[in-house]
Structures are given as structure tokens and as C-alpha cells.
């Protein structure tokens, strides 16, 4: 992480919740598609802009709704939506520098597939079950956030926004913890 510059650019912000979970949040190993991604574009009004080369892309899926105490509460951390392997190669070839969901993990995973009782997600590649993870990390240089607060970004329907991520730059880390911030307006 000593490596990772300050991101400062623009974002997008994509409703999965309202698109693709009908209001609802999403369900345990429930895929954002690259289809989804493109309707969601269109239905926010962002068709035409797109995603753009050095975007930050935010997938809010609603399931940050069942954020609890991981200590006391093992639902959240246990399961979740997430992109699809397709999606995956859709936002890399788009170039984005990072993604964020409202999710433990990118790659969407299925009730009991951490316990090895339930397979990976539909269009995982084979014997590659964090598919999506792999890719935009190693392949696409693709920044992950986990754990993104999106509601109040979502629900004032701040589709574009500046956005700031600051990585603590700590030597010879993986991994580091940021506190995104999103500077836009509000669409009610």
C-alpha cells in the first residue's frame, strides 16, 4: 500500500438496490451484470457519459442495510451480492481505477459457500470462485473497497460525484483502511 497514490477523480454511482433488487437489497450470491451495469447507467440518466477511464465506480446493493457487530452478529460477513465475472471484465476494460460496494467481498457469494456447503456464483469460471477479485486486482489494476457506506449517497441520488480516497500508506501491506468521500449534489 506504500505503492497507491491518493485517488482523486470522479465516481459513479450505480443503484443496484432500486435496478436490480427491486427496491430491495439484494440477495446472497445475486449478480450485478455487465447488462445490469449498462441499464443502470441509462436509467440514472449517465448513458451518455458512461464510464470513464480513471472513474471510481460505487455498486450500492443494499446490503449494507444488514450491517451488524461482527462479534455478535454472523450474517453480513457470511454471504453477499456482488459482481458478475462479466462485469468484472465490462468495468476493466472501461479502465475504472476502483470499485466500491456496500459488501464484505466484490465477488458475489452464495449462503454457505465460505463453509464450503454451496458453490460459486453463476459464470464463475471454473476452480477460480473469487473470480472477480482475482481479475480486477491482477488483471485489470483495479482498486476493491469493502464495506462502503452508499445509502445516503443512493437515497439523494448523488449519481457523479469527486472522490477522495486516501490509502494509509503503510509499508508492505495488502491492504489498508480508507474513508472515501464523495463530493456531489443531490438529485431529489
Not at 1 to 25: F, N, Q, R, S
Not at 101 to 106: A, I, M, N, S, Y
Amino acid at each position: 500500500m506504500d505503492k497507491v497514490p491518493p485517488i482523486v477523480t470522479t465516481a459513479v454511482l450505480l443503484d443496484a438496490k432500486t435496478y436490480v433488487g427491486k427496491d430491495e437489497p439484494m440477495k446472497p450470491g445475486q449478480l450485478v451484470t455487465a447488462a445490469d451495469i449498462q441499464g443502470m447507467l441509462k436509467a440514472q440518466g449517465l448513458a451518455r457519459r458512461g464510464l470513464l477511464p480513471g472513474d471510481v465506480l460505487y455498486v450500492h446493493t443494499g446490503w449494507g442495510d444488514f450491517w451488524r457487530d461482527p462479534d455478535t452478529e454472523k450474517f453480513y460477513y457470511t454471504k453477499a451480492p456482488g459482481l458478475s465475472y462479466d462485469a468484472a471484465r465490462y468495468i476493466g476494460e472501461r479502465r475504472i481505477v476502483a470499485v466500491a460496494l456496500d459488501t464484505p467481498f466484490v465477488d458475489p457469494v452464495n449462503e454457505g459457500q465460505l463453509q464450503g456447503k454451496a458453490g460459486a456464483a453463476a459464470g464463475t469460471p471454473q476452480s477460480l470462485p473469487f473470480a472477480v477479485h482475482h481479475h480486477m486486482l491482477t488483471q485489470a489494476g483495479i482498486h476493491h473497497i469493502e464495506n462502503a457506506n452508499l445509502s445516503e449517497m443512493a437515497r439523494d441520488k448523488v449519481w457523479t460525484s469527486c472522490t477522495m480516497i486516501l490509502p494509509a500508506l503503510e509499508k508492505g501491506s495488502a491492504g489498508s483502511a480508507v474513508r472515501p468521500v464523495a463530493i456531489g449534489v443531490p438529485r431529489r
